[in-house]
Nanobody
Framework: QLQLVESGGGLVQPGGSLRLSCVAS????????IGWFREAPGKEREGVSC????????YYADSVKGRFTIVRDNANNTMYLQMNSLKPEDTAVYYC?????????????????WGKGTLVTVSS
């Protein structure tokens, strides 16, 4: 059964760091574009960062450029989102998602499978 499971969310102070993980099971990540999305209360789900299936392209939302890094570990069938210099406006539920043979367009409607999300709260 294909499954994506996120972990690593929690409460962090502004300026702090978190690393989100997403473990895939039931399939191999090798042929999938990977992505991280977030949904804050009252806002639409937005693409945070994505990486194409061939690792050739990456996308970062302007709001996270220079602070977040997406990482793919095909050997362990895991993807990560390293988040540094966190701000209160980064507070949201974060979801990992995949798209078969996808690019790095980071459009939520293009993704094929989703995890259930992990909550990140940035607050003092």
């Amino acid at each position: 059964q294909l499954q994506l499971v996120e972990s690593g969310g929690g409460l962090v102070q502004p300026g702090g760091s978190l690393r989100l993980s997403c473990v895939a099971s039931g399939f191999t990540l090798d042929y999938y574009a990977i992505g991280w999305f977030r949904e804050a209360p009252g806002k639409e789900r937005e693409g945070v960062s994505c990486m194409s299936s061939d690792n050739g392209r990456t996308y970062y939302a302007d709001s996270v450029k220079g602070r977040f890094t997406i990482v793919r570990d095909n050997a362990n069938n895991t993807m990560y989102l390293q988040m540094n210099s966190l701000k209160p406006e980064d507070t949201a539920v974060y979801y990992c998602a995949i798209e078969h043979h996808g690019g790095a367009t980071c459009r939520y409607y293009s993704m094929d499978y989703w995890g259930k999300g992990t909550l990140v709260t940035v607050s003092s």
